[in-house]
């Protein structure tokens, strides 16, 4: 059974950093992709960052790039979301998701299976 697990939420500043993490279990191969995705209140679940198996290539929606940074460490199945210079409208709940193949994808109905979610909340 496939189970992602995240962590590293949390209530920051405007300007702060949090890093967020997604640890992997239950997969019979090693060669799948990850993306983050967020959703605040209101709105429709969307794209953050994804990187492929190789972790090599990196994409990120517009707005965060240069403040976030993706990356994974295969030996541990773990996923990392760095996010620095944090925003207000970086307010959601953060989910990390996998789909059994090696490349990456922008779009939440490529993804096979979901972490429960983690709240970040960046406010004075």
């Known amino acids: 059974q496939v189970q992602l697990v995240e962590s590293g939420g949390g209530l920051v500043q405007p300007g702060g950093s949090l890093r967020l993490s997604c640890t992997a279990s239950?997969?019979?191969?090693?060669?799948?992709?990850i993306g983050w995705f967020r959703q605040a209140p209101g709105k429709e679940r969307e794209f953050v960052a994804a990187?492929?198996?190789?972790?090599?290539?990196?994409y990120y929606k517009d707005s965060v790039k240069g403040r976030f940074t993706i990356s994974r460490d295969n030996a541990k199945n773990t996923v990392y979301l760095q996010m620095n210079s944090l925003k207000p409208e970086d307010t959601a709940v953060y989910y990390c998701?996998?789909?059994?193949?090696?490349?990456?994808?922008?779009?939440?109905?490529?993804?096979?299976?979901w972490g429960q979610g983690t709240q970040v909340t960046v406010s004075s």
């Open positions: 990187l492929t198996r190789s972790g090599r290539f990196t």
């Open positions: 998701a996998a789909r059994e193949r090696p490349d990456y994808s922008d779009s939440v109905y490529d993804y096979d299976y």
């Open positions: 239950g997969f019979s191969r090693d060669d799948y992709g």
